[in-house]
C-alpha cells in the first residue's frame, strides 16, 4: 500500500482507538449499564396480587458500576434511593468479581489511549521493528479487544451467575423480600460491544494497510555469511 495510504488508514484506526478510549472512560462512571423491573414479593403475596395489579409492587433499578438508584414499590408508592458500590455494597456484592470488571475496564482505557499513540506514530513517523512498530499495532489493539471482551464476560456473569440485581434490591431489608422481575443490559453495557467491534475492526485495517501478522513469515537463514567466516 502507498505511504500516504497507510497513513490515512493508520490515522483513521487512530481516531477510532482514541474515541474508544473515551467511551469506555465515559460508560465507567455512567450508572447505564443494567436496568430492570424488581417485584416486592412479599406484598404481592399478602394481597395474592394479579395481572394489572402487580404494576403497583414492581419498583425499577438502574445501576452502572460504581453506583445507581432503586426505586421500591410495596403498595404504597415508591421509595427512591440511590446507592454506591464502594463502601456501600460491599457486603452483598461479589467483590472480586466486581473489582475484575473495573479492572478490564481500566485496560481497556490504557490501552486504547496506547494504541491511539502508536496509531499516529506509525502515521506520521518512524515506525521501529519493535513494539512501536507494526508489532505493536497488533499488540496493543489485541491487548484492548481482549479486555473490552472480558469486561462484557465478567459483568454478564456477575448480573446471571450471582443474581447482582436480586443483591442489591434485597440489601439491609428485614421486612420485604424483592425479585427481579425483568432486567435488561442498558446502553453502557453495549457500549463497550461498539468498543469490542471497533477494535476488531482496527485489527482489520492494520492487516489492510499492509502489515503481516505477526509471526506469519519465518526469517530465512543467512548461509552466505557463515560460509565467509569459515574462510578466515
Sequence with gaps: MPRRQQQLVFSASGLLALS?????AVAVGLPRWLRGAVLCRTGAELVNATGPELDKFLGELSYGLLHGVRVKQCGLGGRPARFSFFPDLLDAIPVVLHVSVLFFCGVVILFSSVVTGFFFFNAFGRPYETLQGPMGLYLWTFISWLSSCLVMI???SEVKLHHLSDRISNFNEVNFVFQTYTEHYDRCFWLFFLIFLLHG?????VRLAGIQFPFQESKELDLSGGAADLMY
Design 20 to 24: 474508544c478510549a473515551l467511551a469506555a
Design 154 to 156: 465478567l459483568f454478564a
Design 201 to 205: 475492526f482496527n485489527f482489520l485495517l
